[in-house]
């Protein structure tokens, strides 16, 4: 293990381009395969997200399914479920489950994206047995979930949105080694900023958070 100060920072989903050869922030950058996405040689997650779910589904999986072995794709993912667009919920399930089987198959973690849908999406987790790491991206429900989520071995990955406190209780309770970061969608704030944030909630010093995380990085991702 590198001296504290000099352990990355960890952005465990992104949709931004940083440099692959990066000493400061490793990243994990999301491609949505159903979204006119590729793969590049850079650290990734690949999945088919439910927003984009269409006729081409089968024929995604199956180009998906063929690049899970790359090196660089550390993950499936994301993938998941959301109860407020038009796909049904049926069709997700079928898409998401099938991902699920893929993750299993090539022993990846999963990074999910859930919108009023835990439900759903734990009961597909448990009914394929699926064993490996789950990260919940983009966590931004009440501590009670939070809690429920831990205690079934799950990790919740928190973004920019806790900087306006609404996360404060969540991110006191939720034990770090459960715990990830990242900066999702958004560009106008740089991981090291929420990092920052959550030190100070915690009253811990920011190497030992850097330090933690990036042990769970290690551990979920095998690198």
Known sequence: MPLATQIPYIDIHTH??????????????NIALNHSERITQADCSIGLHPWYIDG????????????????????IGECGMDKTISISLNEQQVVFDQQVCIAKKYQKPLIIHCVRAFQ?????????????????????????????????GYYLSIGKHCLNGSQDKVL????????????????????????????QVRSIELDELKEILYHNYKAVFNR
Request: proline share 3%; hydrophobic share 40%; aromatic share 8%.
């Open 16 to 29: 931004r381009n940083y440099p692959v050869e990066s000493d400061a922030v490793y990243s994990i950058k």
């Open 56 to 75: 081409d589904a089968q024929r995604e999986l199956e180009l998906m399914e063929d690049a899970s072995g790359l090196s660089q794709v550390l993950a």
């Open 120 to 152: 759903e999406v734990i009961a597909s987790l448990k009914s394929a047995n699926f064993k490996g790491p789950v990260v919940f991206h983009g966590y931004r429900k009440n501590e009670t979930l939070a809690e429920q989520l831990v205690d079934q």
């Open 172 to 199: 006191i309770d939720v034990p770090l080694r459960h715990l990830f970061l990242e900066t999702d969608t958004d560009r106008t704030v740089e991981i090291a900023a929420i990092y920052r944030y959550v030190a």
